[in-house]
């Protein structure tokens, strides 16, 4: 049964080479559509879910509009994080913010000890009680404050 269908399909190959092709292609784009699609859903809904409290965190953006052009961005006012926790307390456990300078580099010291850091962030003290990053070294209490 399968030799037949394959003569058969080989037939129609030789007898109509351009029509077989666009058919092929058609089916090949058809299916990496539809992986690449699958990918990038599963990677969005895959966001920050290692984390004990996966299921009620949230990530605020907003959405600028200028000239007709839009934007979604992370970057919210400092203080909505406060306002929200006090203006909507049933709502919101917790709150954190996290503050990127912005920079390529940042330099750090603290006493003898100086260093260049990339990609440095300001965070919260409570940051380690809504996400579960393991520590190298130092306590999950006193690391931030």
């Not at 990918?39 to 895959?46: A, D, F, P, Q």
């Not at 961005?73 to 203080?79: I, K, R």
């Amino acid at each position: 049964m399968f030799f037949s269908h394959l003569s058969l399909s080989m037939r129609h190959f030789f007898k109509d080479r351009l029509y077989f092709l666009i058919n092929i292609l058609s089916l090949a784009t058809g299916i990496a559509c539809f992986a690449i699609l699958f990918l990038l859903i599963l990677h969005e809904t895959s966001y920050d879910s290692s984390h004990h409290f996966a299921d009620r965190t949230y990530r605020i953006i907003e959405k600028i509009e200028k000239y007709g052009v839009g934007e979604r961005s992370a970057s919210v006012p400092l203080p909505l994080c406060e306002s929200l926790l006090n203006d909507y307390p049933e709502l919101f456990e917790k709150g954190t913010r996290l503050f990127n300078y912005q920079l390529p580099s940042i330099n750090v010291a603290l006493g003898e000890f100086k260093q260049n850091e990339k990609n440095f962030f300001f965070a919260d003290p409570n940051f380690l009680d809504i996400f579960d990053f393991p520590l190298q070294i130092g306590d999950r209490k006193t690391a931030l404050k």
